[in-house]
């Protein structure tokens, strides 16, 4: 697993990332990682799940109507 090293960090920011590890109960490390992890999102993983369900509704015997016939009779109200 790869490792980041991060230099001439605030010491105010690293406070701060102290006390909400402190408060999710975790590590400093552990609490870096996870607003790292959380900035960064597995968008291939996220397509992946949406093409699923994109599958999941065609294949699906309920029907959809026409979204822009919708927004289009609102508008004309």
């Known amino acids: 697993m ?3 090293l991060v230099r001439q ?3 105010k920011v690293v406070d701060r990332l102290k006390k909400r590890a402190k408060e999710h109960g975790r590590s ?7 607003i790292l992890e ?4 597995d968008y291939e993983r996220a397509w992946k799940r949406i093409d699923s369900l994109r599958l999941r509704l065609k294949r699906s015997s309920r ?4 979204s822009s016939d919708l927004i289009r009779e609102d508008r004309d109200r």
Request: aromatic share 4%; proline share 5%.
């Open 63 to 66: 029907k959809f109507s026409n």
């Open 38 to 41: 959380d900035a960064v999102p």
């Open 2 to 4: 790869a490792q980041v």
């Open 9 to 11: 960090l605030n010491d």
């Open 28 to 34: 400093l490390q552990s609490e870096v990682k996870t």
